[in-house]
């Protein structure tokens, strides 16, 4: 599975930061963020925002916060996305 590297927090001080990448063959978006907390779980959890959807954060998935500043990167790796996927 190549990872396509498209950029890091930019205020990043070493460590762990906040990373885009794309997934070459799916055309997904790879993220890595800060693990939210507890209060953020919990209203992500107990929203119903779809309606008729099961609410709740599944065993096999997370809940991710990513700093607004990284909006940029996102776009580009959108960006990458829709043409590697053939969408654009």
Do not use: K, Y
């Amino acid at each position: 599975m190549p990872l396509e590297f498209i950029g890091i927090d930019p205020e990043t001080q070493g460590g762990g930061s906040p990373t885009v990448w794309v997934e070459e063959e799916t055309a997904d978006l790879v993220l890595q963020g800060e693990t939210a907390d507890e209060l953020l779980r919990a209203q992500v959890s107990e929203t119903e925002w779809v309606a008729g959807h099961d609410t709740g954060i599944p065993a096999h998935e997370t809940v991710i916060r990513v700093p607004a500043r990284m909006v940029p990167l996102l776009r580009e790796a959108c960006d990458v996305a829709e043409r590697r996927a053939g969408l654009l």
